[in-house]
């Protein structure tokens, strides 16, 4: 799923600095060996202002990463303490269905939030910073967690009004 995140890239930057310090590397060509794409990709996507978060949701699982961490800067870095993996079988990690269907459900909550934001930006016309947009996807990402609904329409355009003033 490609995903739109800002005009000036800045969701992009801060999900490559996140791999650059899993990896110890300030490298583009290490974060792009890591997530299994070539360096040209990453230009596209820069150039594009538009990337594919399932490669870094891929990389996060493969590495025990924390998707909280990844894409909201959270932490812990790692997902050790939730005990993600039941079984290691070398270069096969056995996940349960239990664990599988956290993570997925994780993901979909955060690009839910994601989208409703984009939305909401959208269809009011105004522009606000990649890191003020963050800030307003997390509230929502939040919000679905704890109470497992949308927040009302009017808060989130209320805040995106008070972001791009």
């Known amino acids: ?25 300030n490298k583009d060509v290490d974060v792009a060996k890591a997530l299994g794409i070539g360096t040209s990709t990453i230009s596209t996507w820069r150039k594009r202002h538009s990337y594919s978060n399932d ?9 025990n ?3 909280e961490w990844l894409f ?26 239990t664990k599988l269907e956290y993570l997925v459900c994780q993901t979909k909550t955060l690009e839910s939030a994601i989208e409703y934001v984009e939305v909401c930006v959208s269809e009011i016309g105004k522009t606000i910073t990649a890191a003020k947009k963050a800030k307003i996807i997390r509230m929502v ?17 209320d805040l995106i009004e008070l972001a791009s003033t």
């Open 1 to 25: 799923m490609s995903m739109n995140i800002s005009n000036e890239n800045e969701g992009l930057e801060l999900l490559l600095g996140r791999v650059k310090q899993y990896l110890g590397s």
């Open 55 to 63: 490669v870094f949701i891929e990389f996060a699982f493969v590495k």
């Open 65 to 67: 990463i924390s998707l």
């Open 72 to 97: 909201r800067g959270a932490p812990p870095m790692m997902c050790d303490d939730m005990d993600m993996y039941d079984e290691d079988m070398g270069d096969h990690l056995i996940v349960s269905e």
């Open 141 to 157: 990402n939040d919000e679905l967690n704890e109470k497992k609904q949308m927040p009302a329409k009017k808060d989130i355009v």
